[in-house]
């Protein structure tokens, strides 16, 4: 059975100041999928999220929700507060996300009450995406804040990942059944 994830996606909590460059999206990009890989490294799912204002990238986190066994501990989450930390303000006003994954009903929420001006993801989420898969929270009128979303950077590259590697997790659940086979 394939993954769910489709193009269109977490990190331990660390402000990590890099000078600032000139970079396109998929330079980004790369950086949160740089990040879904130390989640999975650690056993954990693969998504990445970086947060940038200007051009001086100021929070990387990756999921850590099995790592740690707290619900709350999503990438984009994680990132946001340290964002939060790393300037002193909640409010993210100037600031781009970039995520391995479409955001959650929970990551999305903390995405408009953060401010963050603009989203980028890679894989799409059909089963919990709430930016266009599942329901778009991000483009409600009826919230006071709605950034500008762009789906599928570096959508089949992330989405690849999800797919291999919630295809391992399942081929060693069966080997685990099935000892002798």
Not at 32 to 40: G, K, Y
Not at 73 to 98: D, F, Q
């Amino acid at each position: 059975m394939d993954s769910p994830f489709t193009p269109a996606c977490a990190a331990p909590l660390r402000p990590r100041i890099m000078p600032r460059m000139e970079h396109d999206h998929e330079h980004y990009m790369r950086l949160a999928i740089a990040a879904a890989r130390e989640a999975e490294a650690l056993g954990d799912i693969p998504i990445g999220c970086v947060i940038a204002i200007d051009d001086t990238v100021i929070a990387t986190a990756f999921n850590r929700r099995e790592i740690d066994q707290d619900p709350l501990a999503h990438a984009e989450m994680l990132a946001i507060h340290a964002a939060a930390k790393a300037t002193g303000s909640w409010r993210l006003e100037r600031a781009r996300l970039y995520v391995t994954l479409e955001p959650c009903p929970m990551c999305a929420g903390a995405i408009i009450l953060s401010r963050i001006e603009e989203v980028y993801f890679g894989a799409s989420d059909p089963k919990a995406g709430c930016c266009g898969s599942l329901m778009d929270l991000l483009s409600d009128t009826r919230f006071n804040h709605q950034p500008q979303v762009q789906a599928g950077l570096l959508g089949e590259e992330c989405g690849a990942m999800l797919t291999a590697f919630f295809r391992s997790v399942r081929a060693r659940k069966k080997a685990d059944r099935n000892p002798e086979a």
